[in-house]
C-alpha cells in the first residue's frame, strides 16, 4: 500500500483544516486507516482510526470533538477534518494503514505509513 498524505498548512487558533490521504496497492476498502501525529521532541501519537467500511470510527481524547476521521472508499481517500486547532495540534501528520479491519490506537498496529504532512497552527 502507497500513502499519500496532503492538506496540511499554517493556520491560526480557531481555524480549521482538511487532511486527505490517497492510498494505493490493495483494495481500498479491506484494511483499517488511521491518523498520527508527532511533534518535534514527542513521540508520535494516535489521532484517529476508522475501520475499512467506514462504521466504527474512535478517537484520542485530546481531539474528540474537533477531529472528524472519514473515507471515501470510492476514491480510495481518507480525511481528518480538524476544526478548533489550538497550538497544540502542532505537529507532522501522519496517515497509516494496518494489514486488517482492526483500527488500532498502537503504531505498531499499522504497517503502512505516508510521509507526512505538516500542520502548525500559531497562536
Known amino acids: 500500500v502507497q500513502l499519500q498524505a496532503s492538506g496540511g498548512g499554517l493556520v491560526q487558533a480557531g481555524g480549521s483544516l482538511r487532511l486527505s490521504c490517497a492510498a494505493s496497492?490493495?483494495?481500498?476498502?479491506?484494511?483499517?486507516l488511521a491518523w498520527f501525529r508527532q511533534a518535534p521532541g514527542k513521540e508520535r501519537e494516535f489521532v484517529a482510526a476508522i475501520t475499512g467500511g467506514g462504521g466504527v470510527t474512535n478517537y484520542a481524547n485530546s481531539v474528540k470533538g474537533r477531529f472528524t476521521i472519514s473515507r471515501d472508499n470510492a476514491k480510495n481517500t481518507v480525511y481528518l477534518q480538524m476544526n478548533t486547532l489550538t497550538p497544540e495540534d502542532t505537529a507532522v501528520y501522519y496517515c497509516a494503514a494496518a494489514s486488517g479491519n482492526y483500527g488500532s490506537r498502537l503504531t505498531q498496529g499499522y504497517v503502512y505509513w505516508g510521509q507526512g504532512t505538516q500542520v502548525t497552527v500559531s497562536s
Open positions: 496497492g490493495r483494495t481500498f476498502s479491506s484494511y483499517a
